[in-house]
C-alpha cells in the first residue's frame, strides 16, 4: 500500500476534523469539494489524446467515485519547478462532491500517483474544501 505524503494526511484530517456546521437550507448535509487538477501536456510536449483521458476517467477515476463527479475542460498555468519558468497547457478539473470518507485519502493519492506514472506528470493539483451540498 502507498503511503501518503504528510501533507495530504494533515489535509484530510483537518477536513475530517473540523466539524460541520450548519447547512443553510434543509437537506443539505456537509461534504467535501474535491478538485482535481490534470495537465495534459507530457514533458515530451506530446498531448493526452482525448481517448487517454476517457480511458483514465472511466478506469481510474469513476470505480472510485462511482456516485459521481463532473469534468470540466480547463487551461492551466503554473511555474515549473525545475526551469522556472511559467507554462501553459490544456487541463481537466474533476469536481468530486463527497462525504468524508476513512478512504477517502487513499482513493484520492492513487488517482493522482496513477495519473503521473502513465503520463509522466511532475503533479496532479489538489484542492479539499469543506461545504453542504444536496443532491
Known amino acids: 500500500m502507498k503511503r501518503l505524503s504528510f501533507p495530504a494526511i494533515l489535509l484530510l484530517a483537518g477536513c475530517a476534523a473540523t466539524p460541520p456546521a450548519a447547512c443553510p437550507l434543509p437537506g443539505m448535509r456537509s461534504m467535501l469539494d474535491i478538485h482535481l487538477m490534470f495537465g495534459l501536456t507530457r514533458?515530451?510536449?506530446?498531448?493526452?489524446?482525448?481517448?487517454?483521458?476517457?480511458?483514465?476517467?472511466?478506469?481510474?477515476?469513476?470505480?472510485?467515485?462511482?456516485?459521481?463527479?463532473?469534468?470540466?475542460?480547463?487551461?492551466?498555468?503554473?511555474?515549473?519547478?525545475?526551469?522556472?519558468?511559467?507554462?501553459?497547457?490544456?487541463?481537466?478539473?474533476?469536481?468530486?462532491?463527497?462525504?468524508?470518507?476513512?478512504?477517502?485519502?487513499?482513493?484520492i493519492e492513487a488517482i493522482r500517483a496513477a495519473y503521473k506514472a502513465q503520463f509522466a506528470q511532475q503533479s496532479v493539483g489538489l484542492v479539499i474544501e469543506r461545504g453542504c451540498a444536496d443532491f
Open 43 to 107: 514533458p515530451d510536449h506530446s498531448r493526452v489524446s482525448e481517448a487517454e483521458w476517457d480511458r483514465f476517467l472511466a478506469a481510474t477515476i469513476t470505480p472510485a467515485f462511482p456516485d459521481g463527479l463532473s469534468v470540466l475542460t480547463a487551461e492551466g498555468q503554473w511555474r515549473d519547478r525545475r526551469s522556472d519558468v511559467i507554462g501553459r497547457e490544456a487541463s481537466r478539473l474533476v469536481r468530486i462532491v463527497t462525504p468524508p470518507d476513512a478512504a477517502l485519502a487513499g482513493k
